[in-house]
T-cell receptor, first 111, second 112 residues
Framework: ETGVTQTPRHLVMGMTNKKSLKCEQH?????MYWYKQSAKKPLELMFV???????ENNSVPSRFSPECPNSSHLFLHLHTLQPEHSALYLC??????????FGPGTRLTVL | DAKTTQPTSMDCAEGRAANLPCNHS???????VYWYRQIHSQGPQYIIH???NNETNEMASLIITEDRKSSTLILPHATLRDTAVYYC?????????????FGQGTELSVKP
């Protein structure tokens, strides 16, 4: 247990569905991150939030919409995805960008 | 952030030391060397980091060459549970905005 939880752990959605991924950290950190890991590829940084403010968007299309209501919670809202967006979506948190603590990830399958 | 080069895969016998090399020949003076590992389908886990001195913690040792162009992560007594992908990452200090950018890593297989 790293102190970072993600729900759901597995998600199957159709291309016309809207779904949300949730991340919660219990570490008192102020920064939160979304990473994407496609099969056989390195982790890709998607978004960074510091003190609830988005500080990094790594050219992610608008079908992925993050939300950070407070420093402990991070959401990723998904809509109109394609099968190539199937991947492991990882959330992480840190204290001002120091060592990152990762959650277990949500395995997303888009049909 | 400087790029790193790691072997794609390595094997290690259980109980023996696993030595994982990393080349970072373009590292800058203010960049740290970080190591993370990712056990299959789990989130990455922090192992250790250093600037120029060798570091040791309960998980591993990090040896950085004097010119800082390469480093070695040492798992002193590898177990089957150490089978994972190991990532060597070079980044500017966190308080200077350094980001954690992952490469392909080394897939370590610990065999009985």
């Amino acid at each position: 247990e790293t102190g970072v939880t993600q729900t759901p752990r597995h998600l199957v959605m159709g291309m016309t569905n809207k779904k949300s991924l949730k991340c919660e950290q219990h570490l008192g950190h102020n920064a939160m991150y979304w990473y994407k890991q496609s099969a056989k590829k390195p982790l890709e940084l998607m978004f960074v939030y510091n003190f609830k403010e988005q500080t990094e968007n790594n050219s992610v299309p608008s079908r992925f919409s993050p939300e950070c209501p407070n420093s402990s919670h991070l959401f990723l809202h998904l809509h109109t995805l394609q099968p190539e967006h199937s991947a492991l979506y990882l959330c992480a948190s840190s204290l001002s960008g120091e060592n990152l603590f990762f959650g277990p990830g949500t395995r997303l399958t888009v049909l | 952030d400087a790029k790193t080069t790691q072997p794609t895969s390595m094997d290690c016998a259980e109980g023996r030391a696993a030595n994982l090399p990393c080349n970072h020949s373009t590292i800058s003076g203010n960049e740290y060397v970080y190591w993370y590992r990712q056990i299959h389908s789990q989130g990455p886990q922090y192992i250790i980091h250093g600037l120029k001195n060798n570091e040791t913690n309960e998980m591993a040792s990090l040896i950085i060459t004097e010119d800082r162009k390469s480093s070695t992560l040492i798992l002193p007594h590898a177990t089957l549970r150490d089978t994972a992908v190991y990532y060597c990452i070079v980044r500017v200090a966190y308080n200077q905005g350094g980001k954690l950018i992952f490469g392909q890593g080394t897939e370590l297989s610990v065999k009985p």
